[in-house]
């Protein structure tokens, strides 16, 4: 058995984090010998920000954590970088794969757990480990869940499984999951490798945001299957403001966010609608006709620089 472990780091979004994620991370690796595993670090950062590549080489340096780092000459986006890491794992003949947020922390057996579970179940593609929020702020665990994995409802509408309830447990026995969360998930390769598209893992065209989703619905059209371990913690640190319920909530959380990132996810989401509407039933189809018309409305009324993204969407030459 052999397993990679992949992260991402950005400028000071995540270098903030890596004091807390490295440790951890190398406490939940404890239980493999130092032959089973190899740590994967690909930076995205802009060339002048060094921050995260000299944290990784200090803990590598001072705890023993041998980490193969990467980077390009400017930011390629998630996909293409886990493209890139898991082609890596891939030529290091890893039998898994584990996609981890550097923004996480994770109880020390939760890798384990994740490994042991799919050695025993040679039919699933991947795990989702049980995510809760982490009150970084006050560097507090809560029980808040911040996904289940990734479940999909009529009209291409992704969503995580139980965001922001109370974890009681209600998702240990039935959790019905297309595929885990972009932010923390476990893969065997050898059936990931069913998915790809012209040596691609992931499509690069989502630069950031939503990539999972494609993904997860790639998995579900090729009928392989995810399924949550309700044993393996991790905790995700989100704003709180992601969590609330009611329109209003979500137009003032949204109306907080960097306009980059609204311009990504407004532009993946209609990317998803344009790939996949003709594989989905009638009904599915007027969902999307009708989110299509709420999310132009919207732009139209609120983010107007949105509407030049119907020009790369519709009339460029990318099928």
């Known amino acids: 058995m052999k397993l990679a472990v992949g992260f991402i780091t950005y400028n000071n979004v995540s270098a903030k984090y890596l004091a807390y994620f490295l440790p951890a991370l190398k406490e939940a690796l404890s239980f493999f010998k130092e032959k089973e595993y190899l740590v994967l670090a690909f930076d995205n950062s802009d060339p002048q920000n060094h921050e995260n590549r000299l944290a990784l080489e200090f803990f590598e340096y001072k705890h023993k954590l041998k980490i193969d780092y990467n980077r390009a000459d400017t930011n390629i986006g998630f996909g293409a970088a886990y493209n890139r890491l898991l082609k890596k794992a891939e030529k290091m003949q890893a039998d898994y794969f584990l996609i981890i947020n550097p923004d996480i922390i994770l109880e020390k057996k939760a890798i384990y757990y994740l490994v042991s579970t799919l050695e025993s179940n040679p039919e699933l593609v991947a795990v989702a480990p049980k995510i809760r929020r982490w009150d970084f702020i006050n560097l507090k665990k809560t029980k808040q869940i911040d996904s289940c994995g990734l479940v999909l409802k009529p009209g291409l509408k992704f969503y995580d499984l139980g965001q922001g309830e109370e974890d009681v447990g209600q998702f240990d026995k039935n959790a019905n999951i297309i595929a885990p969360s972009g ?10 490798k069913k998915i790809k598209n012209k040596d691609d893992f992931f499509d690069p065209e989502f630069f950031m945001y939503k990539e999972d989703c494609d993904l997860a619905y790639r998995l579900k059209m090729a009928g392989l299957i995810s399924k949550l371990v309700p044993s393996a913690i991790f905790y995700h640190d989100r704003t709180a403001a992601f969590y609330e319920k009611g329109i209003f909530a979500r137009f ?6 960097n306009k980059q990132i609204k311009v990504w996810s407004f532009y993946n989401q209609h990317l998803l609608f344009r790939k996949y509407f003709k594989n989905e039933s009638i009904f599915s189809q007027i969902m999307i006709v009708w989110r299509g018309l709420i999310l132009f409305i919207f732009a139209l009324v609120f983010e107007q620089y949105n509407l030049r993204q119907y020009k790369k969407l519709f009339f460029s030459n990318k099928s």
């Open 252 to 257: 003032s959380n949204r109306s907080r966010k």
């Open 183 to 192: 932010a923390a998930g476990l893969f065997r390769l050898q059936l990931l």
